[in-house]
């Protein structure tokens, strides 16, 4: 067989990898010789600024989700984890299952957006005993942590064990600690009313945070402001501040002093009785990327201007796992939403003009503001310019991101879990559920999609 069409892939289905492929079958959808192919994991779309409103049972679990055969209805799609990428061979190789086999896939063009996975710093009794809040499993898990430890808590007579069953650590001030935090709260306080031994002062939600200031992404003012609020709520917010272990029953913590006075100076250390800590405190890359023949630093691929990867033309990589530095401060832009649809939107350009043979265009990011819940109604923003603080931030974030939600299936399930969540109390029905299996080696591949 003569292979005569040009095959872009993308991997990942995430914000990067989905906006990516809406440019390109917008712009070149129609074209015969051009197939368009995504590879991802999951067969849909994560909308993970409101994942932790899953966590807290106020938006049922399928409707921040999107399909990816609905949403991006021109590219062929194979559900899969990917193994392997061959940039010589120009060859993706994903895992088989119990199910499956394992096949590669071809490509000419590549656009990597494999985003992250949650970083524990090499913690391995953290990541063995805390809870996560990056996949959609993640939420489904906590919610039904929360709810049980509220029903162990409400017989339970040794007060201790009662207290570590109540207090809850979050570890990590961004977008995501904060923002789960503030949920989480909302449940315990709405779902206290079914547990008559539970009073409002026996719940405990801590946030810890490395840095000196919480949702390090807005300005002082802004975020001073989130800080102020969430303390008022009970939250618990200690800044400067490292968890060093968990085993399952107790956060150690140690107080990060800038410059000890003396080198030997013992550090500030402290200890939360928990059975619960939630770890959003960094992400990294995730290990395909970083085990890659592709150049990479700190895990992320080293991308131009023009966001290909260094040394191979023609591949691109975008979202959370390209390392592209920003131009005012130096540093790696934070992984957000908004900048991996940015830079999508120019891969994708970039991609067809490689094709067309003109001109590339350089990356250059321009913010359209940013958006934070705390929790209560109330929220933070910088908008068109403007600061905006409590209930009206929280009001825009709601728009805004209803608006984002792009069909309008899912955008109304969503406005209409908000609106009987003011009517209702939430669900406190806990779900028993497994943890996720390990990878397994299967089948030996044994397929190719296609000869060439
Ligand atoms: C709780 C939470 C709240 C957030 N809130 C906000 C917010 O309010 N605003 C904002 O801008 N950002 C927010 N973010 C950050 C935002 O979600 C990320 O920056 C964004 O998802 C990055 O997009 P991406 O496409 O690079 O990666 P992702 O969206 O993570 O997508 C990566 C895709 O690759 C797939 N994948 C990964 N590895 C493999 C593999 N080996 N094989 C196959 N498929 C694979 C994944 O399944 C996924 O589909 C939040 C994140 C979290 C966790």
């Given at each position: 067989m003569v292979r005569n069409k040009k095959k872009i892939v993308i991997l990942g289905g995430g914000f990067a990898g989905v906006e990516c492929a809406r440019q390109l079958e917008s712009k070149i959808?129609?074209?015969?010789?051009i197939e368009l192919v995504m590879i991802s994991e999951d067969n849909f779309l994560l909308f993970t600024p409101m994942l932790p409103q899953v966590a807290s049972g106020?938006?049922?679990?399928?409707?921040?989700v999107l399909p990816i055969r609905t949403i991006c209805k021109k590219i062929k799609f194979y559900e899969g984890r990917i193994k392997n990428i061959d940039p010589y061979g120009k060859l993706v190789t994903l895992w088989g299952t119990g199910d499956k086999r394992s096949i590669s896939v071809h490509y000419d063009f590549l656009i990597v957006g494999l985003g992250s996975e949650t970083n524990f710093f090499g913690m391995s009794d953290v990541e063995k005993n805390a809870y996560t809040m990056k996949t959609l499993n993640d939420a489904v898990m906590l919610r039904n942590r929360v709810i049980d430890m509220l029903e162990q808590a409400e017989?339970?007579?040794d007060p201790i064990l009662r207290k570590s069953f109540l207090n809850f650590v979050v570890a990590g001030g961004g977008f995501a600690g904060i923002e789960t935090a503030g949920e989480l709260m909302d449940l315990l306080l709405d779902a206290r009313?079914?547990?008559?031994?539970?009073?409002?002062?026996d719940l405990k939600v801590v946030v810890i945070e490395?840095?000196?200031?919480?949702?390090?992404?807005?300005n002082e003012k802004l975020a001073g402001f989130a800080k102020e609020k969430m303390t008022d709520n009970g939250i618990d917010i200690r800044l400067k501040t490292a968890i060093?272990?968990?085993?399952?029953n107790e956060v150690t913590t140690k107080l990060l002093v800038?410059?000890?006075?003396?080198?030997d100076e013992e550090p500030i250390t402290d200890v939360i009785r928990t059975k619960t800590l939630i770890w959003t405190a960094g992400v990294t890359p995730v290990n395909t990327i970083k085990r890659s023949m592709f150049k990479t630093e700190k895990g992320k691929l080293i991308v131009n201007d023009y966001l290909e990867v260094q040394d191979f033309p023609g591949v691109f990589a975008i979202g959370d796992c390209a390392m592209f530095?920003?131009?005012?401060?130096?540093r790696p832009f934070p992984p957000t939403a908004q900048i991996a649809e940015a830079q999508a939107k120019v891969a994708a350009k970039n991609l067809i003009s490689m094709i067309s043979n003109s001109k590339k265009e350089k990356f250059v990011y321009h913010s359209k503001g940013q958006m934070a819940i705390i929790g209560k109604r109330t929220g933070i923003a910088t908008f068109l310019g403007m600061n905006i603080s409590g209930f009206w931030a929280w009001l825009i974030w709601r728009n805004v991101y209803l608006s984002k939600i792009s069909t309008f299936d899912k955008r109304t399930r969503v406005f209409l879990d908000w609106t009987i969540d003011l009517f209702f109390d939430r669900d406190i029905s806990r779900l028993k559920l497994m943890k996720h299996e390990p990878e397994k080696e299967y089948r030996q591949l044994d397929e190719v999609d296609d000869v060439w």
């Open positions: 959808g129609n074209d015969d010789e106020m938006i049922e679990t399928r409707h921040i017989n339970e007579t009313k079914y547990y008559p031994t539970i009073h409002k002062n490395a840095l000196g200031m919480i949702l390090p992404g807005f060093t272990s968990f085993d399952g800038q410059n000890p006075k003396e080198e530095l920003d131009p005012e401060t130096q």
